[in-house]
């Protein structure tokens, strides 16, 4: 459990950043920003998980 805290904690971290993207109301830079940085984040922490779970 402790090699998947890693990949977890980016998931649930590009998770909120996605969420923040799609419901603020804020500046288009941030937005774009958050959403760019959260769907890497999903993207990166899930392929991570399948690795270290592999492995």
């Not at 288009?28 to 492995?55: V, W």
Request: with cysteine; hydrophobic share 60%; aromatic share 10%.
């Amino acid at each position: 459990m402790k090699k998947l805290l890693h990949p977890i904690v980016m998931l649930i971290i590009g998770f909120v950043l996605n969420g923040i993207a799609w419901s603020a109301n804020i500046d288009h830079p941030f937005n774009t920003i958050c959403l760019l940085l959260g769907l890497a984040l999903f993207f990166l922490g899930a392929i991570l998980s399948i690795i270290k779970i592999r492995s």
